[in-house]
């Protein structure tokens, strides 16, 4: 079973197991599957939880709905700050890190658009 570092439950990315020995991570943001920090956030802590996992052979990256991801949030760019830009730079490092890192191979299931956040994703998958 695979569980995340974390004692909330993860609100915008979501992981199970449909198959046997086969983790499925999913974009689940309503909108577009923008990317902010939380979803970052919950991007490391999905693939630190792969990591950990002893029984997963292989990742699958998707998007729920018909976009893969549209990129960053452009909203949050509105509140760009000195502060919030560190941030945000630190949890877009730690996300692909975990992603690049993946002891397993990480299959990207591009479903629609991915622009930016979203194409790196994809490429950073085997």
């Known amino acids: 079973m695979i569980e995340p570092r974390t004692n909330s439950p993860l609100e915008f990315v979501k992981i199970d197991q449909p198959m046997e020995r086969v983790a499925r991570i999913t974009l689940d943001r309503p909108g577009a599957n923008a990317a902010n920090t939380q979803v970052l956030k919950e991007l490391h802590l999905a693939f630190d939880a792969v990591h950990d996992a002893s029984d997963i052979d292989a990742v699958l990256l998707t998007g729920a709905g018909k976009v ?12 760009m700050d000195s502060e919030y830009a560190a941030e945000l730079m630190y949890r877009v490092r730690r ?3 975990a992603l690049h890192d993946c002891p397993v ?3 990207a299931r591009v479903n629609g ?8 994703l994809a490429s950073l998958s085997d």
């Not at 658009?113 to 790196?120: K, N, Y």
């Open 68 to 79: 893969f991801c549209s990129g960053n949030d452009i909203h949050e760019f509105a509140q």
């Open 95 to 97: 996300a692909f890190w």
């Open 113 to 120: 658009v991915a622009f930016g956040t979203g194409l790196a």
């Open 105 to 107: 191979p990480v299959v």
